[in-house]
T-cell receptor, first 114, second 112 residues
Framework: KAGVTQTPRYLIKTRGQQVTLSCSPI?????VSWYQQTPGQGLQFLFE???????NKGNFPGRFSGRQFSNSRSEMNVSTLELGDSALYLC?????????????FGPGTRLTVL | QQQVKQSPQSLIVQKGGISIINCAYE??????FPWYQQFPGKGPALLIA?????SEKKEGRFTISFNKSAKQFSLHIMDSQPGDSATYFC???????????FGTGTRLTVIP
């Protein structure tokens, strides 16, 4: 079974631009969560989608948004990029949306904002 | 604020030794406590997890000890191997929610 895939793997943008990251969950998984990983703040939850609906949202500004499609694939968008948005963005999928469902992480998209 | 506190930040252990990483939490609504292992360039991978109705869980060389009254849990890696060298994260989540609160991570180095 293929794992969680994320595209692109690396991205370089400049301040003020916007970016869209993509995540394809494991086949049959309906929940997709996004996390931001930085050396200073560690791993922080961005949002979770289940059956195309946002279930939970972390403490991030409205510049961060996401969506999920009917095939469970998910995208996250960051508008008006800031230097502090440079991070590894991780997507995780799980079969359902219960706390005890194992979340499987993708390799991440490394975003660099110049 | 950090909902899950993790220590130490880094750990160096000799091959064959025991690695111990500790975590503490405040939110009593947490009901699931997984540990993740992350290698450079990879996403975190689930290692072992525990629920608060159990005080210990063992899978191979990895054991979680859980102290509900102290709101602490720890990961023990027995017979540590150089291949265990990675960053380890503890995490917690609430019932009915799928978002994980992560600790700050422990970089483990196992010396041959």
């Amino acid at each position: 079974k293929a794992g969680v895939t994320q595209t692109p793997r690396y991205l370089i943008k400049t301040r003020g631009q916007q970016v869209t990251l993509s995540c394809s969950p494991i086949s049959g998984h309906r929940s997709v969560s996004w996390y931001q990983q930085t050396p200073g703040q560690g791993l922080q939850f961005l949002f979770e989608y289940f059956s195309e609906t946002q279930r939970n949202k972390g403490n991030f500004p409205g510049r961060f948004s996401g969506r999920q499609f009917s095939n469970s694939r998910s995208e996250m968008n960051v508008s008006t990029l800031e230097l502090g948005d440079s991070a590894l963005y991780l997507c995780a999928s799980s079969r359902l949306a219960f706390s005890t469902d194992t979340q499987y992480f993708g390799p991440g998209t490394r975003l660099t904002v110049l | 604020q950090q909902q899950v506190k993790q220590s130490p930040q880094s750990l160096i252990v000799q091959k064959g030794g025991i690695s111990i990483i500790n975590c503490a939490y405040e939110n009593t609504a947490f009901d699931y406590f997984p540990w993740y292992q992350q290698f450079p360039g990879k996403g975190p991978a689930l290692l072992i997890a525990i629920r608060p109705d159990v005080s210990e869980k063992k899978e191979g060389r990895f054991t979680i000890s859980f102290n509900k009254s102290a709101k602490q849990f720890s990961l023990h890696i027995m017979d540590s191997q150089p291949g265990d060298s990675a960053t380890y994260f503890c995490a917690a989540s609430r019932a009915g929610a799928n978002n994980l609160f992560f600790g700050t991570g422990t970089r483990l180095t196992v010396i041959p």
